[in-house]
C-alpha cells in the first residue's frame, strides 16, 4: 500500500492483539529467548492503592496500562513471569507463579484469568470491566451520563475493528502467501474502510473522541492505531483527521510518553 513502509515494530507484535481473546491460555504468544522474567514493577506510591496483575506481555493489560499512564496514576504493575521449557515450542509454556495463584483460589473471580485489578479488598475481573471502571474513577469516561455512554459506544466500535482483524487468523496461518495477502487486503482496503466509518461516528472535535477531554475512547483508539500492527500505519488514518487529531493528541500525553519511552520490554 502506498505509503506503508517497512517500519515493523517488534517480532511478531501483531500478536499482542490476539492476547486479549485468549489470555488464559496463553497459546497465542511469540517467543524470543526463551521466557520472559519476574516482574513486580511498582510505578509509584500507590496513592489509591491500584495493583494489576498480568502476564510479563503487553496483551489485553495494555489499553488499562495506558490509562493509568494518561491520567498519571500511580499503581503496581504485577506481571507473572513466562518460561518455555522447549525455545519456540508453544505447548510448553510454564506459568508457575500464575498456576499457584489460579490454584490458591484468589483468580476465582476472574474464572483463573487475567488481567485482574485489585483496589484494595476489591477485585475486579475482565480487561474491558476494569477500563470502564478505571476510566470513570481517573475521570475519563465523559463528564455526564451521555457522554459516558458515548465514550463506551466509541471504545466498543474500536473493539469491533480488533474483532474483525483477529478472525483472520492470521497469527497461526502457515501459508505465508495467503497470510501476505490477507494482510495486504486489511492495510489498503479493510482497516482504511473502518477508519472511515469511525472518522463518521465519533462525536467529538478538537482532538477528542467524545467531549472536551480525554477518554477512554481516545486511548483505545490510541492503542489499535500505534500499538496493535507490526506496520505503521499512520498513512491509513492520515486521511481521517478526527481519528489523526485523537492519535496525535494522546502521543503527546507526558504520562503516555513516559511509559512508551520506560516499559518494560518484553517478548511480545
Not at 25 to 40: E, K, N, Y
Amino acid at each position: 500500500m502506498a505509503g506503508m513502509g517497512p517500519n515493523r515494530r517488534p517480532l511478531l507484535a501483531a500478536a499482542v492483539f490476539l492476547l486479549s481473546w485468549q489470555t488464559s491460555q496463553l497459546v497465542m504468544t511469540a517467543f524470543i529467548g526463551g521466557r520472559s522474567t519476574a516482574r513486580q514493577v511498582r510505578i509509584s506510591r500507590q496513592a489509591e492503592g491500584y495493583s494489576l496483575r498480568y502476564f510479563d506481555v503487553r496483551g489485553a493489560a495494555e489499553t488499562i496500562r495506558l490509562l493509568f499512564a494518561a491520567a498519571g496514576q500511580d499503581y503496581e504493575d504485577f506481571r507473572y513471569p513466562l518460561n518455555f521449557g522447549v525455545p519456540g515450542d508453544f505447548s510448553t509454556i510454564q506459568r508457575k507463579e500464575f498456576d499457584e495463584d489460579k490454584a490458591s483460589g484468589i483468580l476465582d473471580i476472574a474464572l483463573g484469568k487475567v488481567p485482574v485489578l485489585n483496589v484494595g479488598d476489591f477485585t475486579l475481573p475482565q480487561s474491558k470491566a476494569i477500563e470502564r471502571y478505571l476510566a470513570r474513577k481517573l475521570g475519563m469516561m465523559g463528564d455526564d451520563e451521555v457522554e459516558e455512554a458515548l465514550v463506551d459506544a466509541m471504545a466498543e466500535h474500536v473493539r469491533d475493528i480488533n474483532d474483525a482483524y483477529s478472525r483472520k487468523g492470521l497469527f497461526f496461518m502457515k501459508d505465508e502467501e495467503k497470510k501476505a495477502e490477507l494482510q495486504k487486503k486489511w492495510y489498503a482496503e479493510e482497516l482504511p474502510d473502518w477508519l472511515s466509518k469511525l472518522e463518521k461516528a465519533l462525536p467529538g472535535s478538537d482532538g477528542y473522541a467524545v467531549g472536551s477531554k480525554a477518554s477512554l475512547a481516545d486511548v483505545a483508539i490510541f492503542k489499535l492505531l500505534k500499538d496493535t500492527y507490526p506496520d505503521d500505519v499512520s498513512a491509513v488514518y492520515d486521511s481521517c483527521p478526527k481519528v489523526k487529531a485523537i492519535v496525535d493528541n494522546i502521543a503527546k500525553n507526558e504520562g503516555i510518553k513516559k511509559w512508551l519511552a520506560d516499559r518494560p520490554e518484553t517478548f511480545l
